[in-house]
C-alpha cells in the first residue's frame, strides 16, 4: 500500500485500519481463554492504550478540521 500523503492521511489511516485490527487480535486473543494471566494482563492493557490511542486520534483529526 502506498504510503499516505500528508499527516491528516495518516492518522486516519492508522484510526481507520491500523487500530481496530490491533483491536479485534487483541480482543480475539483474550476472548480464546487459551492466555496464561501475564498474557491477559498484557493484553489488557494493550487494548486500552489502543482504545486510548483512538480517543488521542479523533481529538487530534478534530483539532485539525477546526483550523
Known sequence: MP???????S???ELRE???AQLAAYQ???AAGLADKTRREFLT???GRVEKRS???RA???AMTER
Request: aromatic content about 8%.
Open 3 to 9: 504510503r499516505p500523503l500528508n499527516e491528516r492521511q
Open 28 to 30: 480475539q486473543e483474550l
Open 11 to 13: 492518522l486516519e489511516h
Open 60 to 62: 487530534w483529526l478534530a
Open 55 to 57: 480517543v488521542d486520534l
Open 18 to 20: 491500523e487500530l481496530p
Open 45 to 47: 492493557w494493550h487494548v
